[in-house]
C-alpha cells in the first residue's frame, strides 16, 4: 500500500511538470508568432517583394546600394515591369526609400528606412528567440 502511494506521488509530480512545461512551450511558441507577426505594411508584401527587399538589405549591410537598374535586372525573380511594381509596393509601404547620392541626380539608390531595419531586427529577434528556446 505504501508504495503505491509513492508511485501515485511520483506519478501526480511528473504530470505536473509535464503540465509546466506545455505550458512553458505553448507560451513560447505564441511568442514566436508574435514575434513574426508583420505589420500591416508588410502583410502586403509576397513573397517577390520579400526577396527583392532582403537583396536591398544584403546590399545595405555591404555599403553597397542597389540602383532602380540594379533591381530591374533581378530576372528571375520577374520581368523588369513587375520588379518595379514590386519596388513601388515597398516604396509604398515605407521599408524603402530612393535616394540620389551626391550631385549625380540621374541615379537613384534603393536603401532601407527606419521601418525596413526594424522588419529585419524583428525577424533576427524572432530568429534568436527560436534557437534560445531550442536550447532550453
Known amino acids: 500500500a505504501h508504495r503505491s502511494q509513492i ?14 512545461n506545455e ?7 505564441l511568442n514566436l508568432l508574435k514575434a513574426f ?11 517577390t517583394c520579400k526577396q527583392i527587399l532582403e537583396e536591398i538589405a ?12 540594379d533591381v530591374m535586372s533581378f530576372k528571375q525573380l520577374g520581368s523588369p515591369a513587375t520588379l518595379h511594381r514590386k519596388l513601388d509596393v515597398l516604396l509604398n509601404a ?10 549625380n541626380r540621374r541615379t ?11 522588419y529585419f531586427e524583428r525577424l533576427s ?6 534557437q534560445q528556446s531550442l536550447h532550453q
Open 58 to 69: 544584403i546590399g545595405v549591410s555591404n555599403d553597397k546600394l542597389l540602383t532602380v537598374s
Open 23 to 29: 505550458k512553458k512551450t505553448i507560451k513560447q511558441f
Open 94 to 103: 515605407k521599408l524603402v526609400e530612393s535616394i540620389f547620392q551626391g550631385n
Open 125 to 130: 529577434s524572432a530568429i534568436q528567440s527560436v
Open 108 to 118: 537613384k539608390y534603393i536603401n532601407l528606412t527606419n521601418s525596413g531595419q526594424a
Open 7 to 20: 508511485d501515485r506521488e511520483n506519478t501526480y509530480k511528473i504530470e505536473k511538470k509535464v503540465k509546466q
Open 37 to 47: 507577426e508583420p505589420t500591416t505594411d508588410e502583410a502586403l508584401l509576397d513573397s
